[in-house]
Protein backbone atom coordinates (compact mmCIF):
# COMPACT_ATOMS: atom_id res chain seq x y z
CA UNK A 1 0.00 0.00 0.00
CA UNK A 2 1.04 3.79 -0.39
CA UNK A 3 0.98 3.90 3.44
CA UNK A 4 3.79 1.20 3.55
CA UNK A 5 5.92 2.75 0.76
CA UNK A 6 5.70 6.29 2.57
CA UNK A 7 7.26 4.48 5.59
CA UNK A 8 9.88 2.32 3.98
CA UNK A 9 10.91 5.77 2.00
CA UNK A 10 11.03 7.53 5.63
CA UNK A 11 12.74 4.66 7.10
CA UNK A 12 15.97 4.57 4.62
CA UNK A 13 16.07 8.20 5.00
CA UNK A 14 16.36 8.01 8.43
CA UNK A 15 18.96 5.19 8.45
CA UNK A 16 20.69 7.64 5.70
CA UNK A 17 20.88 10.51 7.49
CA UNK A 18 22.12 9.25 10.85
CA UNK A 19 24.72 7.19 8.72
CA UNK A 20 25.87 10.19 6.69
CA UNK A 21 26.00 12.00 10.85
CA UNK A 22 27.59 9.41 12.34
CA UNK A 23 30.01 8.91 9.55
CA UNK A 24 31.28 12.74 10.45
CA UNK A 25 31.77 11.83 13.63
CA UNK A 26 35.38 11.73 14.10
CA UNK A 27 34.95 15.30 11.94
CA UNK A 28 32.53 16.50 14.39
CA UNK A 29 34.60 15.36 17.49
CA UNK A 30 37.55 16.97 15.85
CA UNK A 31 36.15 20.16 15.90
CA UNK A 32 34.53 20.23 19.18
CA UNK A 33 37.59 19.76 21.13
CA UNK A 34 39.75 22.30 18.75
CA UNK A 35 37.26 25.31 19.54
CA UNK A 36 35.44 24.09 22.45
CA UNK A 37 31.47 24.81 23.00
CA UNK A 38 31.83 27.87 25.03
CA UNK A 39 30.50 30.29 22.65
CA UNK A 40 27.64 27.80 22.40
CA UNK A 41 27.22 27.61 25.94
CA UNK A 42 26.17 30.74 26.55
CA UNK A 43 23.57 30.20 24.40
CA UNK A 44 22.00 27.11 25.14
CA UNK A 45 22.20 23.72 26.70
CA UNK A 46 23.41 21.47 23.52
CA UNK A 47 22.83 17.83 24.86
CA UNK A 48 20.74 16.89 22.25
CA UNK A 49 23.19 17.13 19.38
CA UNK A 50 26.14 16.71 21.66
CA UNK A 51 27.89 14.10 19.27
CA UNK A 52 30.04 12.97 22.03
CA UNK A 53 26.82 10.84 23.76
CA UNK A 54 27.13 8.76 21.43
CA UNK A 55 29.75 4.99 21.62
CA UNK A 56 31.75 3.95 18.64
CA UNK A 57 29.53 0.68 18.38
CA UNK A 58 26.43 2.96 17.68
CA UNK A 59 27.96 3.70 14.50
CA UNK A 60 27.28 0.30 12.85
CA UNK A 61 25.09 0.17 9.59
CA UNK A 62 23.22 -3.07 11.56
CA UNK A 63 22.58 -0.64 14.73
CA UNK A 64 21.66 1.85 13.24
CA UNK A 65 19.43 0.51 10.97
CA UNK A 66 17.47 -1.09 13.95
CA UNK A 67 17.55 1.57 16.40
CA UNK A 68 16.08 4.04 13.71
CA UNK A 69 13.08 1.68 12.68
CA UNK A 70 11.98 1.27 16.54
CA UNK A 71 12.93 4.71 16.89
CA UNK A 72 10.22 5.81 13.82
CA UNK A 73 7.72 3.52 14.92
CA UNK A 74 7.67 4.97 18.55
CA UNK A 75 6.87 8.41 16.95
CA UNK A 76 3.58 8.65 17.74
CA UNK A 77 2.95 6.03 20.53
CA UNK A 78 2.61 6.70 24.00
CA UNK A 79 5.16 7.78 26.18
CA UNK A 80 4.83 5.73 29.22
CA UNK A 81 7.00 6.04 32.39
CA UNK A 82 10.44 4.41 32.40
CA UNK A 83 9.85 2.91 28.93
CA UNK A 84 12.52 1.01 27.53
CA UNK A 85 13.94 0.81 24.02
CA UNK A 86 14.12 -2.74 22.73
CA UNK A 87 16.18 -2.95 19.99
CA UNK A 88 19.75 -3.52 19.64
CA UNK A 89 20.21 -5.81 22.70
CA UNK A 90 21.69 -7.19 24.58
CA UNK A 91 25.05 -5.69 23.71
CA UNK A 92 26.92 -4.91 26.50
CA UNK A 93 26.73 -7.33 29.71
CA UNK A 94 28.41 -7.45 33.00
CA UNK A 95 30.24 -10.82 33.78
CA UNK A 96 27.32 -11.77 36.22
CA UNK A 97 24.64 -10.91 33.70
CA UNK A 98 23.58 -14.69 33.18
CA UNK A 99 23.23 -15.29 37.10
CA UNK A 100 21.54 -12.21 37.22
CA UNK A 101 18.84 -12.98 34.68
CA UNK A 102 18.37 -16.68 36.04
CA UNK A 103 17.24 -14.66 39.72
CA UNK A 104 14.19 -12.65 37.46
CA UNK A 105 15.98 -9.56 37.09
CA UNK A 106 14.22 -6.77 34.68
CA UNK A 107 17.11 -5.48 32.62
CA UNK A 108 16.97 -1.90 31.38
CA UNK A 109 19.21 -0.71 28.92
CA UNK A 110 22.12 2.39 29.54
CA UNK A 111 24.58 2.90 26.57
CA UNK A 112 24.49 -0.24 25.17
CA UNK A 113 24.81 -1.91 28.79
CA UNK A 114 22.25 -4.07 30.14
CA UNK A 115 21.47 -3.13 33.77
CA UNK A 116 19.26 -4.27 36.45
CA UNK A 117 16.08 -2.49 37.00
CA UNK A 118 14.36 -4.43 39.16
CA UNK A 119 13.95 -8.62 40.34
CA UNK A 120 11.17 -10.40 39.36
CA UNK A 121 11.43 -13.73 39.94
CA UNK A 122 8.02 -14.59 39.78
CA UNK A 123 8.07 -13.25 36.44
CA UNK A 124 4.46 -11.19 36.61
CA UNK A 125 3.23 -9.27 33.83
CA UNK A 126 3.60 -5.45 34.97
CA UNK A 127 1.19 -3.09 32.95
CA UNK A 128 2.55 0.60 31.78
CA UNK A 129 1.06 3.51 33.90
CA UNK A 130 1.19 6.61 34.94
CA UNK A 131 0.11 5.57 38.51
CA UNK A 132 1.59 3.32 40.96
CA UNK A 133 3.60 0.58 38.82
CA UNK A 134 3.46 -3.01 39.24
CA UNK A 135 6.92 -3.37 39.98
CA UNK A 136 6.73 -1.43 43.10
CA UNK A 137 6.64 -3.64 46.30
CA UNK A 138 9.48 -5.73 44.08
CA UNK A 139 11.94 -2.29 44.05
CA UNK A 140 10.69 -1.80 47.41
CA UNK A 141 11.80 -4.69 49.32
CA UNK A 142 15.08 -4.00 47.37
CA UNK A 143 14.78 -0.63 49.16
CA UNK A 144 14.22 -1.67 52.32
CA UNK A 145 16.66 -3.92 52.67
CA UNK A 146 19.39 -1.97 51.68
CA UNK A 147 18.28 0.57 54.87
CA UNK A 148 17.88 -2.37 57.33
CA UNK A 149 20.03 -4.90 56.19
CA UNK A 150 22.52 -4.87 52.88
CA UNK A 151 21.88 -4.95 49.28
CA UNK A 152 24.09 -6.07 46.60
CA UNK A 153 24.11 -3.64 43.55
CA UNK A 154 25.68 -4.67 39.86
CA UNK A 155 27.08 -1.14 38.90
CA UNK A 156 29.60 -2.46 36.66
CA UNK A 157 28.09 -0.30 33.67
CA UNK A 158 29.43 3.08 35.08
CA UNK A 159 32.59 4.75 33.17
CA UNK A 160 36.00 4.07 34.16
CA UNK A 161 38.54 6.05 33.11
CA UNK A 162 42.51 5.57 34.44
CA UNK A 163 44.53 9.37 33.89
CA UNK A 164 48.09 8.83 33.70
CA UNK A 165 51.68 10.29 33.45
CA UNK A 166 53.69 12.61 35.06
CA UNK A 167 51.32 15.58 34.37
CA UNK A 168 47.97 14.01 35.43
CA UNK A 169 47.31 15.43 38.84
CA UNK A 170 48.34 18.88 37.52
CA UNK A 171 45.64 18.40 34.53
CA UNK A 172 42.89 17.48 37.02
CA UNK A 173 43.93 19.77 39.34
CA UNK A 174 42.56 22.62 36.79
CA UNK A 175 39.32 20.39 35.52
CA UNK A 176 38.02 19.42 38.39
CA UNK A 177 36.52 21.96 40.69
CA UNK A 178 37.73 19.39 43.72
CA UNK A 179 40.74 19.46 45.66
CA UNK A 180 42.89 16.72 44.24
CA UNK A 181 46.20 17.05 45.96
CA UNK A 182 45.52 14.38 48.14
CA UNK A 183 47.01 11.28 49.45
CA UNK A 184 46.81 7.92 47.88
CA UNK A 185 43.90 5.77 48.31
CA UNK A 186 41.68 9.05 48.89
CA UNK A 187 38.85 9.25 46.92
CA UNK A 188 36.99 12.90 45.54
CA UNK A 189 33.98 14.01 45.04
CA UNK A 190 34.08 16.83 42.55
CA UNK A 191 32.43 18.53 39.73
CA UNK A 192 33.67 19.12 36.03
CA UNK A 193 32.64 22.92 35.10
CA UNK A 194 32.79 24.42 32.20
CA UNK A 195 34.32 27.65 31.86
CA UNK A 196 30.16 29.33 33.14
CA UNK A 197 30.45 27.64 36.02
CA UNK A 198 28.26 25.15 34.97
CA UNK A 199 28.40 20.94 35.36
CA UNK A 200 30.34 18.86 32.59
CA UNK A 201 29.76 16.44 34.76
CA UNK A 202 30.03 15.40 38.51
CA UNK A 203 32.75 12.66 39.15
CA UNK A 204 34.48 10.31 41.98
CA UNK A 205 38.09 10.28 41.48
CA UNK A 206 40.57 7.82 43.31
CA UNK A 207 44.18 8.83 43.41
CA UNK A 208 45.61 4.98 43.41
CA UNK A 209 49.08 6.07 43.62
CA UNK A 210 51.16 9.89 42.55
CA UNK A 211 50.74 9.79 38.80
CA UNK A 212 47.92 7.57 38.57
CA UNK A 213 44.16 8.20 38.94
CA UNK A 214 40.48 6.58 38.10
CA UNK A 215 38.24 8.33 37.36
CA UNK A 216 34.45 7.47 37.67
CA UNK A 217 30.98 9.11 36.00
CA UNK A 218 27.60 7.70 34.69
CA UNK A 219 27.66 5.36 32.33
CA UNK A 220 26.06 7.53 29.41
CA UNK A 221 29.21 9.83 30.12
CA UNK A 222 32.16 7.98 29.45
CA UNK A 223 32.87 9.42 25.37
CA UNK A 224 31.57 13.29 27.21
CA UNK A 225 34.20 13.05 29.91
CA UNK A 226 37.05 11.85 28.13
CA UNK A 227 36.58 14.03 25.34
CA UNK A 228 36.44 17.35 28.33
CA UNK A 229 39.33 15.80 29.97
CA UNK A 230 41.30 15.72 26.86
CA UNK A 231 40.28 19.18 25.15
CA UNK A 232 40.87 20.41 28.53
CA UNK A 233 44.38 18.82 28.76
CA UNK A 234 45.47 20.05 25.31
CA UNK A 235 43.98 23.51 25.93
CA UNK A 236 46.57 23.74 29.08
CA UNK A 237 49.81 22.42 26.82
CA UNK A 238 49.88 19.57 28.85
CA UNK A 239 51.61 16.48 26.62
CA UNK A 240 51.87 14.03 29.45
CA UNK A 241 48.25 12.90 30.07
CA UNK A 242 47.38 9.83 29.29
CA UNK A 243 43.79 8.25 29.30
CA UNK A 244 42.56 4.61 29.17
CA UNK A 245 39.04 3.67 29.03
CA UNK A 246 38.99 0.35 31.45
CA UNK A 247 35.58 -0.02 31.79
CA UNK A 248 35.86 -2.92 30.49
CA UNK A 249 38.17 -4.15 32.23
CA UNK A 250 36.39 -4.20 35.91
CA UNK A 251 33.37 -5.46 37.16
CA UNK A 252 31.68 -3.21 40.26
CA UNK A 253 29.96 -4.40 42.61
CA UNK A 254 27.58 -2.18 45.22
CA UNK A 255 27.54 -3.94 48.68
CA UNK A 256 25.05 -1.32 50.79
CA UNK A 257 23.39 -1.13 54.06
CA UNK A 258 24.24 -0.97 57.90
CA UNK A 259 25.71 -4.61 57.80
CA UNK A 260 27.64 -4.67 55.09
CA UNK A 261 30.28 -4.67 56.97
CA UNK A 262 30.18 -7.85 58.54
CA UNK A 263 29.48 -9.35 55.23
CA UNK A 264 32.41 -7.68 53.86
CA UNK A 265 34.58 -9.45 56.40
CA UNK A 266 32.88 -12.76 56.24
CA UNK A 267 33.25 -12.67 52.91
CA UNK A 268 37.19 -11.93 53.35
CA UNK A 269 37.51 -15.76 54.41
CA UNK A 270 40.33 -16.46 56.79
CA UNK A 271 41.60 -13.50 57.74
CA UNK A 272 39.84 -10.14 57.17
CA UNK A 273 40.87 -7.23 56.52
CA UNK A 274 39.79 -4.51 59.28
CA UNK A 275 36.98 -2.04 57.73
CA UNK A 276 36.13 0.04 60.96
CA UNK A 277 36.55 3.45 60.71
CA UNK A 278 40.07 4.10 62.04
CA UNK A 279 41.22 1.52 59.44
CA UNK A 280 39.26 1.97 57.06
CA UNK A 281 37.27 6.02 56.94
CA UNK A 282 34.54 7.14 54.38
CA UNK A 283 36.79 8.52 51.62
CA UNK A 284 38.82 5.95 51.15
CA UNK A 285 40.14 3.05 49.14
CA UNK A 286 42.35 -0.27 49.52
CA UNK A 287 42.87 -3.48 48.16
CA UNK A 288 41.41 -6.64 49.82
CA UNK A 289 40.50 -10.13 48.95
CA UNK A 290 36.58 -11.65 48.68
CA UNK A 291 37.03 -14.97 48.53
CA UNK A 292 39.53 -15.98 46.12
CA UNK A 293 39.10 -12.28 44.36
CA UNK A 294 41.24 -9.60 44.48
CA UNK A 295 39.49 -6.15 44.68
CA UNK A 296 39.80 -2.46 45.61
CA UNK A 297 37.12 -0.98 47.83
CA UNK A 298 36.10 2.10 47.78
CA UNK A 299 33.89 2.98 50.54
CA UNK A 300 31.76 5.54 49.20
CA UNK A 301 28.03 5.52 48.89
CA UNK A 302 25.29 6.86 46.10
CA UNK A 303 22.40 5.14 48.65
CA UNK A 304 23.26 6.85 51.77
CA UNK A 305 24.23 3.69 53.46
CA UNK A 306 27.28 2.48 55.08
CA UNK A 307 28.70 0.60 52.28
CA UNK A 308 31.63 -0.25 49.43
CA UNK A 309 31.70 -0.22 46.01
CA UNK A 310 34.28 -3.46 45.01
CA UNK A 311 36.35 -3.07 41.82
CA UNK A 312 37.05 -6.63 40.25
CA UNK A 313 39.16 -8.12 37.45
CA UNK A 314 36.19 -8.77 35.37
CA UNK A 315 37.13 -13.00 35.10
CA UNK A 316 37.08 -12.80 39.14
CA UNK A 317 33.22 -10.87 39.02
CA UNK A 318 31.61 -14.38 39.07
CA UNK A 319 33.52 -15.91 42.09
CA UNK A 320 33.09 -12.47 44.15
CA UNK A 321 29.53 -12.67 43.43
CA UNK A 322 29.61 -16.01 44.83
CA UNK A 323 31.64 -15.00 48.27
CA UNK A 324 29.34 -11.81 48.62
CA UNK A 325 26.20 -13.81 48.12
CA UNK A 326 27.38 -17.08 50.82
CA UNK A 327 28.67 -14.49 53.90
CA UNK A 328 25.53 -12.87 53.80
CA UNK A 329 24.38 -10.75 50.71
CA UNK A 330 21.01 -12.13 50.55
CA UNK A 331 19.30 -9.82 48.79
CA UNK A 332 20.27 -8.12 44.99
CA UNK A 333 18.73 -4.89 43.93
CA UNK A 334 18.50 -2.60 40.95
CA UNK A 335 18.66 0.46 39.48
CA UNK A 336 14.85 1.37 40.39
CA UNK A 337 16.00 0.93 43.91
CA UNK A 338 18.84 2.89 43.96
CA UNK A 339 16.89 5.87 42.58
CA UNK A 340 14.56 6.11 45.49
CA UNK A 341 17.39 5.35 47.77
CA UNK A 342 19.51 8.47 46.17
CA UNK A 343 16.29 10.87 46.26
CA UNK A 344 15.61 10.35 50.01
CA UNK A 345 18.86 11.31 50.68
CA UNK A 346 18.70 14.33 47.99
CA UNK A 347 21.86 13.20 46.21
CA UNK A 348 21.98 14.62 42.64
CA UNK A 349 22.40 13.29 38.97
CA UNK A 350 23.89 14.99 35.83
CA UNK A 351 21.43 15.16 33.02
CA UNK A 352 18.74 15.85 36.15
CA UNK A 353 19.46 18.19 38.66
CA UNK A 354 23.05 19.17 37.19
CA UNK A 355 23.57 20.31 33.96
CA UNK A 356 25.76 22.88 32.02
CA UNK A 357 23.62 25.61 33.02
CA UNK A 358 23.27 25.02 36.88
CA UNK A 359 26.00 25.67 38.97
CA UNK A 360 27.63 24.26 42.34
CA UNK A 361 25.70 27.01 44.16
CA UNK A 362 22.48 26.31 42.70
CA UNK A 363 22.95 22.43 43.22
CA UNK A 364 23.99 22.75 46.97
CA UNK A 365 27.07 21.00 45.91
CA UNK A 366 29.23 23.81 47.18
CA UNK A 367 31.04 21.78 49.57
CA UNK A 368 32.82 19.91 46.72
CA UNK A 369 34.71 23.36 45.64
CA UNK A 370 37.87 24.29 46.75
CA UNK A 371 38.25 27.70 45.67
CA UNK A 372 41.53 28.06 47.16
CA UNK A 373 43.11 26.33 44.18
CA UNK A 374 42.86 27.33 40.27
CA UNK A 375 40.41 25.51 38.23
CA UNK A 376 37.99 26.20 35.44
CA UNK A 377 35.13 27.77 36.01
CA UNK A 378 36.50 29.62 38.98
CA UNK A 379 35.89 33.19 37.85
CA UNK A 380 32.40 32.67 36.79
CA UNK A 381 31.46 31.24 40.74
CA UNK A 382 33.06 33.74 42.23
CA UNK A 383 31.36 36.44 40.11
CA UNK A 384 28.11 34.65 41.17
CA UNK A 385 29.11 34.60 44.77
CA UNK A 386 29.80 38.27 44.83
CA UNK A 387 25.99 39.21 43.12
CA UNK A 388 24.86 37.20 46.25
CA UNK A 389 21.66 36.12 44.20
CA UNK A 390 20.93 32.54 43.63
CA UNK A 391 17.78 32.67 41.19
CA UNK A 392 16.98 28.60 41.71
CA UNK A 393 18.04 26.34 43.89
CA UNK A 394 17.92 22.53 43.65
CA UNK A 395 15.30 20.92 46.85
CA UNK A 396 14.04 18.13 47.88
CA UNK A 397 10.53 17.60 47.38
CA UNK A 398 8.29 15.12 49.43
CA UNK A 399 4.11 15.03 48.96
CA UNK A 400 2.12 14.81 51.64
CA UNK A 401 -0.39 12.25 50.57
CA UNK A 402 1.24 8.75 50.39
CA UNK A 403 -1.05 7.77 47.42
CA UNK A 404 0.20 9.64 44.46
CA UNK A 405 3.23 8.54 42.26
CA UNK A 406 5.93 11.24 40.87
CA UNK A 407 7.92 10.46 37.96
CA UNK A 408 9.81 14.10 36.80
CA UNK A 409 8.49 16.72 35.12
CA UNK A 410 5.53 17.94 37.10
CA UNK A 411 5.47 21.45 37.93
CA UNK A 412 6.36 22.64 41.27
CA UNK A 413 4.24 25.67 42.74
CA UNK A 414 4.51 27.88 45.37
CA UNK A 415 0.92 29.60 46.51
CA UNK A 416 -0.33 28.85 43.48
CA UNK A 417 2.39 30.26 41.59
CA UNK A 418 4.61 27.57 39.01
CA UNK A 419 8.05 28.65 40.27
CA UNK A 420 10.22 25.01 39.32
CA UNK A 421 9.56 21.57 38.18
CA UNK A 422 10.83 18.12 39.46
CA UNK A 423 13.48 16.68 38.19
CA UNK A 424 14.09 13.12 39.41
CA UNK A 425 11.15 11.53 41.44
CA UNK A 426 10.79 7.76 42.85
CA UNK A 427 8.75 6.40 45.27
CA UNK A 428 10.54 6.77 48.72
CA UNK A 429 9.63 3.17 50.84
CA UNK A 430 11.49 4.55 53.92
CA UNK A 431 9.82 8.03 54.45
CA UNK A 432 6.27 6.67 52.84
CA UNK A 433 5.64 9.19 50.21
CA UNK A 434 7.15 9.81 46.73
CA UNK A 435 10.31 12.05 46.76
CA UNK A 436 12.00 14.15 44.55
CA UNK A 437 14.62 16.57 43.30
CA UNK A 438 13.52 19.76 41.66
CA UNK A 439 14.77 23.07 40.69
CA UNK A 440 12.96 25.69 42.39
CA UNK A 441 13.04 29.29 41.25
CA UNK A 442 12.05 32.69 42.98
CA UNK A 443 8.22 33.80 42.17
CA UNK A 444 10.15 37.31 41.53
CA UNK A 445 12.35 36.30 38.67
CA UNK A 446 15.87 37.59 39.47
CA UNK A 447 15.47 37.92 43.02
CA UNK A 448 17.70 35.97 45.37
CA UNK A 449 16.09 32.09 46.37
CA UNK A 450 17.05 31.96 50.46
CA UNK A 451 16.71 28.64 52.74
CA UNK A 452 14.27 30.85 54.74
CA UNK A 453 12.62 31.77 51.45
CA UNK A 454 12.06 28.10 50.64
CA UNK A 455 10.60 27.64 54.24
CA UNK A 456 7.84 30.57 53.84
CA UNK A 457 4.54 29.78 51.39
CA UNK A 458 2.96 26.78 50.72
CA UNK A 459 3.81 24.58 48.10
CA UNK A 460 1.83 22.27 46.07
CA UNK A 461 2.95 19.27 43.03
CA UNK A 462 0.97 19.61 39.96
CA UNK A 463 -0.34 15.74 38.75
CA UNK A 464 -2.33 15.74 35.56
CA UNK A 465 -3.91 18.62 36.99
CA UNK A 466 -4.39 17.60 40.65
CA UNK A 467 -2.62 19.72 43.22
CA UNK A 468 -0.87 18.01 46.07
CA UNK A 469 0.42 19.27 48.72
CA UNK A 470 4.33 19.10 49.31
CA UNK A 471 7.35 19.73 51.48
CA UNK A 472 10.03 21.89 49.81
CA UNK A 473 13.40 22.06 51.84
CA UNK A 474 16.89 21.92 51.14
CA UNK A 475 17.94 19.11 53.51
CA UNK A 476 16.67 15.56 52.22
CA UNK A 477 14.17 13.61 53.99
CA UNK A 478 16.05 10.95 55.13
CA UNK A 479 19.12 11.17 57.22
CA UNK A 480 19.84 15.55 57.26
CA UNK A 481 22.62 14.66 59.24
CA UNK A 482 24.46 11.94 57.22
CA UNK A 483 25.20 9.82 59.85
CA UNK A 484 24.32 6.20 58.47
CA UNK A 485 26.94 6.55 55.48
CA UNK A 486 29.59 7.28 58.60
CA UNK A 487 28.75 4.67 60.85
CA UNK A 488 31.20 2.60 62.67
CA UNK A 489 29.79 -0.18 64.18
CA UNK A 490 33.37 -2.08 65.04
CA UNK A 491 34.40 -5.40 64.37
CA UNK A 492 36.03 -7.24 67.06
CA UNK A 493 39.47 -8.75 64.96
CA UNK A 494 41.47 -11.19 66.99
CA UNK A 495 45.23 -10.19 66.43
CA UNK A 496 47.11 -13.53 66.71
CA UNK A 497 50.74 -14.42 66.49
CA UNK A 498 52.15 -15.91 62.72
CA UNK A 499 52.27 -19.92 63.85
CA UNK A 500 48.59 -19.74 65.80
CA UNK A 501 47.32 -18.36 62.65
CA UNK A 502 48.55 -20.92 60.34
CA UNK A 503 47.61 -23.90 62.66
CA UNK A 504 44.53 -22.16 62.74
CA UNK A 505 43.98 -22.05 59.07
CA UNK A 506 45.12 -26.04 59.15
CA UNK A 507 42.36 -26.54 61.34
CA UNK A 508 39.52 -24.45 59.37
CA UNK A 509 40.36 -26.70 56.36
CA UNK A 510 40.55 -29.69 58.03
CA UNK A 511 37.03 -28.63 58.80
CA UNK A 512 35.59 -27.56 55.26
CA UNK A 513 36.49 -30.93 54.27
CA UNK A 514 34.32 -32.68 57.01
CA UNK A 515 31.60 -30.01 56.27
CA UNK A 516 31.52 -29.10 60.08
CA UNK A 517 32.86 -25.46 59.71
CA UNK A 518 30.65 -22.76 61.41
CA UNK A 519 31.51 -19.05 60.96
CA UNK A 520 30.16 -16.34 63.08
CA UNK A 521 30.66 -12.28 63.04
CA UNK A 522 30.72 -9.94 65.88
CA UNK A 523 30.36 -6.66 65.96
Known amino acids: SLCVIIEYILLVFCCSSYFFFFQAEDGIRDAQESRGLGDVYKRQDVWDIDI ?8 SDMYLADRTGETLGLHYAMGWPRREMESCRPLRKSPIYDILDRKGAVWGNKFGWERVNYYNPA ?7 FGRPGWHEQSGAEHLACRESCALFD ?5 KTLVQGKQASEALQHICAGQLDVPDGTVVYTPML ?9 LTITRLSGDEFMVVSATAQAVRDRAWIKQQTESLG ?16 SLQGPQSRQVLAAAAGLHPADL ?3 NFPFGTAQDIYIGYASARATRISYVGELGWELYLPTEMAVSAYDALKKAGASVDGGYYAIESLRLEKG ?3 WGHELTPDSTPIAAGLEFAVDYSKDFCGKQALLEAKDRGVVESRVASVVLEDPAPQLWGGEPILRDEQVVGFVTSAAYGHSIGAAVGLGSVRHENPGEHVSASYLKQGGYSVDIAGQMFDAKV ?17 ELSLIHISEPTRLLSISYAVFCLKKKKIRTTTKH
Open 123 to 129: HQEHEPT
Open 194 to 202: NQNGGFESD
Open 347 to 349: YRA
Open 155 to 159: ITSFA
Open 238 to 253: LEHVHLTDVTSGYAVL
Open 473 to 489: SLRPPFDPKGLRVKADH
Open 52 to 59: RRFHKFQN
Open 276 to 278: SNA
